[in-house]
Antibody, heavy 122, light 110 residues
């Protein structure tokens, strides 16, 4: 079965760190760009980060630049999001998504995980 | 305030046709970047509905269609069904190097 499964969410204090993971299965993970997209409670979708197949290109939304780092381990079919200096406004469900690219940046998200909730609060 | 503007809500009776607009600018939709659409049923992850402005992934009913013109795009749903009640999001790219989502539209089936 083709799927993405996120893990690592939880409650963290402001200024803290958290590492999210995404396990991919059912497709050739190393052949695809991957992404993180988040959704604050009751709000819309917000793109967070993209990473190329070999990790050589990474792109971030301005609000997380310098604080979040996307990475991947193709040998273990895994995507990661290292989050530091967390703020209350980072509270959201974080989705792992496969990014279909027809020549970057012509891209869309064709496969989504169920998400993992990150809550930043004291 | 999203760069891609969608109406907060639309509604229609079963069997009717509804459209959802997505308005951008010359730095995103108007710059010839494609528009894609997602459906998010209550309590679930988003699902790709339309890609490349007009294409439907396998398994998406042909009641759903997309179009694009100038700096705007639209999603049309014909033969409205109760199961279509969901949030709908458009997505594109901006010359500022950002992937963009619209603010989302809640569809209510009356």
């Amino acid at each position: 079965e083709v799927q993405l499964v996120e893990s690592g969410g939880g409650l963290v204090q402001p200024g803290g760190s958290l590492r999210l993971s995404c396990a991919a299965s059912g497709f050739t993970f190393s052949s695809d760009w991957m992404s993180w997209v988040r959704q604050a409670p009751g709000k819309g979708l917000e793109w967070v980060a993209n990473i190329r197949q070999d990790g050589s290109e990474k792109y971030y939304v301005d609000s997380v630049k310098g604080r979040f780092t996307v990475s991947r381990d193709n040998a273990n079919n895994s995507l990661y999001l290292q989050m530091t200096s967390l703020r209350a406004e980072d509270t959201a469900v974080y989705y792992c998504a496969r990014l279909k690219v027809a020549g970057y940046p012509y891209c869309y998200f064709d496969l989504w995980g169920r998400g993992t909730l990150v809550t930043v609060s004291s | 305030q999203s760069v891609l503007t969608q109406p907060p809500s639309v509604s229609g009776a079963p069997g009717q046709r509804v459209t959802i607009s997505c308005t951008g600018s010359s730095s995103n939709i108007g710059a010839d970047y494609d528009v894609h659409w997602y459906q998010q049923l209550p309590g679930t992850a988003p699902k790709l509905l339309i890609y490349g402005n007009t294409y439907r992934p396998s398994g998406v009913p042909d009641r759903f269609s997309g179009s694009k013109s100038g700096t705007s795009a639209s999603l049309a749903i014909t033969g409205l069904q109760a199961e279509d009640e969901a949030d709908y999001y458009c997505q594109s790219y901006d010359s500022s190097l950002s992937v963009l989502f619209g603010g989302g539209t809640k569809l209510t089936v009356l």
